[in-house]
């Protein structure tokens, strides 16, 4: 599996109530992640060998954006939190060691 290109994120331990401009751009020359969180860009470095998943801690910008904040932390979090990643037909899912599910991703061209 190669993670390459844009991602919406749809869903963040099971909230999918999310904004449409929540995008991860993942760049495989550098192993670099960047996007948008929610509210703020961030941008991490990633380590991706078979199934096995491991970001960096993210940098991010720190403006406020109401009604934004908790959804960007949990996606900070998350990233953190990632140890695994599963791809179906239309979506990417990442996984933290006890196996919950943490980001559902789907590609976008």
Do not use: W
């Not at 970001?55 to 720190?62: I, L």
């Amino acid at each position: 599996m190669t993670l390459d290109g844009n991602y919406r994120v749809l869903e963040v331990k099971g909230e999918k109530e999310l904004p449409q401009d929540i995008i991860f751009n993942f760049n495989p020359v550098g192993n670099r992640v960047s996007g948008n969180a929610g509210c703020n860009q961030f941008s991490a470095l990633y380590h991706l060998k078979g199934a096995q998943l491991e970001f960096s801690t993210p940098m991010n910008t720190r403006k406020f954006c109401e009604g934004r904040m908790e959804i960007e932390r949990q996606i900070l979090a998350s990233l953190e939190m990632a140890s695994r990643i599963e791809e179906t037909e239309s979506e990417v899912v990442l996984f933290a060691k006890n196996d919950e599910p943490l980001l559902i991703l789907t590609k976008i061209e």
